[in-house]
């Protein structure tokens, strides 16, 4: 059995090499773009909406291993909710992440790994920017 920082290191690395949901999307209800200059983190997320619920949530990313789990790991965990699930989705990981909150998810339970990014307080900031990218889009792109 693997120590738990350890287990929280492969979990990130995984997404991180094999990011989920890549690419984007056409004609999408909302779409964001977000940068943390400190560290050079880009992500950009097409957001597709279904009878109220988010269809698909597609990004395309570059930057540090934790911002871009981080990033993989929102679309998995968003995809399927109504925007107010959501919003209280994000609002609940940001509580996590920068008020010492938890972070347990569990409809999906990997978002658990970034437990180990608050040890690092300017990392906190890259697992933060794709779900701060989330809202800005949907304030920038309402929906019609
Ligand atoms: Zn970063």
Not at 69 to 91: D, F, P, T
Request: negative net charge; proline residues 6%.
């Amino acid at each position: 059995m693997l120590p738990l920082d350890e287990l929280y290191q492969e979990v990130i690395l995984d997404h991180y090499k094999n990011p989920k949901n890549q690419g984007t999307i056409e004609n999408p209800d909302y779409k964001g773009h977000g940068v943390n200059p400190l560290c050079g983190d880009d992500v950009e997320i097409w957001i597709k909406l279904e009878n109220g619920k988010i269809k698909s949530l597609k990004s395309i990313g570059k930057g540090c291993a934790v911002s871009q789990a981080s990033l993989s790991m929102m679309g998995e965990a968003l995809q399927g909710k109504s925007i107010e699930e959501a919003r209280q989705a994000v609002e609940k990981f940001k509580k996590g992440m920068l008020e010492g909150g938890e972070l347990h998810f569990e409809e999906y339970p990997d978002l658990e790994a970034l437990e180990g990014v608050k040890k690092f307080p300017v990392r906190i900031k890259c697992a933060v920017l794709p779900w701060n990218t989330f809202l800005e889009a949907l304030e920038s792109h309402p929906s019609a």
